[in-house]
């Protein structure tokens, strides 16, 4: 048996001191120096002035409006479907295309109905001549009946007759009438003026009344509506200036809200609240005359209530939210900041309508609300900023 230690007996000490080693490197290496636990420091408190940004507050015109999800819905929509039986041998429109109202579009086999109505006209001259003829006789037999040449029933026999013909002639002419009409009718024309979609039978196949696919279908565009929801505690002011009689303006939006699609009134309101959902379903009624709705199109809808003319403006951004409500930050001459309330009555994202608390003219800190706090001294950087006027943007009604 050997004198020496085993190798394993010196290694092991030696790699577990390695390793240790190598860890530490690797730990000072990898931590930040500002991390580092010689090199951090306490950070004391901001001693000098808080730079801030600010910003006025403004006066000029603000609309009031609610936003709603609408939906486009054409004013009418119609099946085109024939009032006859027969064969389709010309269609005469194009599939997208703008018609008026009486546009002959399709033609179906007129030869039938040519026949038909030859038909009930000599039906209806064959009983005319009877009529005459019978108006002849009964001349004749009231002579004879007044000489004392005839019976008395002889004479009725005969003015019967007479109206029995009579009868017949507008029977026929009924049947004339209608068979004109037949014809008429293999000439397939728009119902309402609007646009047309896709067309559903080809030339050649055979359709009648009694079809469930149309030959078309036609939507009127212009003008055209749009279906929206209101929650009913917004209804009280439009109720209010809809039974004064008063037309409010309605904006539709497009799905990111960035353009405005047109422009139009409200027209209607239901009649009732819907129990399930809280809402009142609402219809405006768009001119549409450039076609930026289009039917089944999801919308977001604006409906403007009403405008407050000179009213008191803020940005949006100097508003802040607390436990005691909203409140902004006014920098007084001394460059001091005083933390007032505010009552905000509504906004629009970008700018904000005040109805106590701040006065026109007054300087709001803009940016750099962070540090401060009811009578803290600020540096002002920059020129005031100017106020962002609501200039057609929506503004969500808010509680106050």
Do not use: C
Request: charged letters at 20%; a negative charge; zero cysteines.
């Amino acid at each position: 048996m050997s004198d020496f230690p085993s190798a394993s007996r010196f290694s092991r000490p030696w790699l577990v001191g390695s390793a240790v080693l190598l860890g530490g490197l690797l730990l000072w290496w990898l931590l930040p120096a500002g991390d580092s636990p010689e090199r951090a420091k306490p950070q004391g408190p901001w001693d000098g002035p808080t730079p801030v940004r600010l910003t006025e507050v403004g006066q000029g015109d603000f609309h009031v409006e609610l936003k709603a999800l609408g939906t486009v819905t054409a004013l009418n929509t119609v099946n085109v479907r024939p009032r006859v039986d027969g064969q389709l041998v010309k269609v005469l429109f194009e599939e997208g295309q703008l018609v008026k109202a009486g546009d002959l579009l399709a033609q179906i086999d007129p030869r039938p109905y040519r026949v038909a109505l030859q038909q009930a006209e000599g039906a209806l001259a064959q009983s005319q001549a009877q009529l005459r003829n019978a108006e002849v006789d009964l001349a004749r037999y009231q002579g004879l009946y007044a000489e004392d040449s005839i019976a008395k029933q002889t004479l009725d026999t005969q003015a019967a007759l007479v109206g029995q013909y009579r009868g017949t002639v507008k029977s026929n002419q009924a049947a004339v009438a209608e068979a004109r009409l037949n014809l008429d009718f293999t000439e397939v024309r728009a119902p309402i003026s609007g646009r047309l979609g896709l067309r559903q039978v080809d030339v050649g196949n055979l359709i009648g009344s009694s079809d469930t696919t149309p030959l078309v279908v036609i939507t009127q565009v212009e003008p055209i509506a749009v279906n929206f929801t209101l929650p009913e505690k917004d209804l009280p002011p439009v109720l209010a200036k809809v039974r004064q009689e008063q037309r409010l303006a309605v904006q539709a939006w497009d799905r990111g809200e960035q353009q405005l699609l047109a422009e139009g009134v409200l027209h209607s309101l239901d009649n009732q609240i819907d129990v399930a959902t809280g809402t009142v379903k609402l219809k405006a009624r768009f001119a549409n005359a450039g076609e930026g709705l289009f039917p089944n199109q999801f919308v977001n809808v604006r409906l403007r209530v009403e405008t407050r003319r000179q009213a008191t403006l803020i940005p949006s951004a100097a508003v802040q939210y607390g436990a005691r409500g909203t409140f902004v930050f006014v920098v007084g001459q001394d460059d001091k900041v005083q933390l007032r309330d505010v009552r905000i009555a509504a906004s629009d994202g970008a700018t904000s309508l005040v109805e106590e608390g701040v006065k026109v003219g007054e300087r709001l800190v803009l940016e750099g609300t962070d540090r401060l706090k009811d009578g803290s001294e600020v540096e002002v950087i920059g020129e005031p900023g100017a106020l962002a006027q609501p200039q057609g943007q929506a503004a969500q009604k808010q509680g106050a």
